[in-house]
Nanobody, 129 residues
Framework: QVQLVESGGGLVQPGGSLTLSCAAS????????IGWFRQAPGKEREGISC????????YYADSVKGRFTISRDNAKNTMYLQMNSLKPEDTGVYYC??????????????????????WGQGTQVTVSS
């Protein structure tokens, strides 16, 4: 059974940091395009960071550029989202995602168009004092 399971969400003060993890099972993340999406209260889900397996490039939404870092550990079959300098507007449900190879799209398009085969269940991140 294919699954993506997030962990690491929670409540953090503005300016703080969190690392989200997403463990894959039922398939290997190698060669898959991966991404993180979030849905803020009252808003649509948006792609905030993606890596396309077509070229290995990484995309970050302007709202998180310079503060968030996406990565993966193939040995652990896990992807991560390191979040620094968190702001109240980063509050939302965070979803990890993966798309099967081969990829014919850019990392930017994966995020903007939500080109995804597998979704995690989501983890809540709340940034508040």
């Amino acid at each position: 059974q294919v699954q993506l399971v997030e962990s690491g969400g929670g409540l953090v003060q503005p300016g703080g940091s969190l690392t989200l993890s997403c463990a894959a099972s039922g398939f290997t993340l190698d060669y898959h395009s991966i991404g993180w999406f979030r849905q803020a209260p009252g808003k649509e889900r948006e792609g905030i960071s993606c890596i396309s397996s077509s070229d290995g490039f990484t995309y970050y939404a302007d709202s998180v550029k310079g503060r968030f870092t996406i990565s993966r550990d193939n040995a652990k079959n896990t992807m991560y989202l390191q979040m620094n300098s968190l702001k109240p507007e980063d509050t939302g449900v965070y979803y990890c995602a993966a798309d099967q190879p081969p990829a014919s799209f850019s990392a930017r398009n994966m995020c903007i168009m939500s080109i995804v085969d597998y979704w995690g269940q989501g983890t809540q991140v709340t940034v508040s004092s």
